[in-house]
């Protein structure tokens, strides 16, 4: 069983950055990927990027390509997303997620993340 916790999220102006953080405890299998959604309100929940358990494979979605950037520390079995260059349509809740083989999918509880002046 697959725990994911989140944090990091707040308020941020625009033009600013936050760092989010995803403790996923229980990860043992060498067979699955781990990533970040987003969901803003009234819109679906959207990918954003995910990496692979060997580290070798990772994915931008097109919105967050060049400001976002994903990154695993399997030592801490914490995964970051660092925002950069946030915009106010950067709002909303931010889940970490992970697909394990075999095993199926897990979600975190989000965390908030509020782009404003």
């Known amino acids: 069983q697959v725990h994911i916790v989140e944090s990091g999220g707040g308020l941020v102006q625009p033009g600013g950055s936050l760092r989010l953080s995803c403790v996923a405890s229980?990860?043992?299998?060498?067979?699955?990927?781990i990533g970040w959604f987003r969901q803003a309100p009234g819109k679906e929940r959207e990918g954003l990027a995910c990496?692979?358990?060997?580290?070798?494979?990772?994915y931008y979605a097109d919105s967050v390509k060049g400001r976002f950037t994903i990154s695993r520390d399997d030592a801490k079995n914490t995964l970051y997303l660092q925002m950069n260059s946030l915009k106010p349509e950067d709002s909303g809740v931010y889940y970490c997620?992970?697909?394990?083989?075999?095993?199926?999918?897990?979600w975190g509880q989000g965390t908030q993340v509020t782009v404003s002046s």
């Open positions: 990496v692979s358990s060997s580290n070798d494979r990772i």
């Open positions: 229980g990860l043992n299998s060498e067979y699955h990927y």
């Open positions: 997620h992970a697909n394990v083989r075999y095993q199926g999918d897990y």
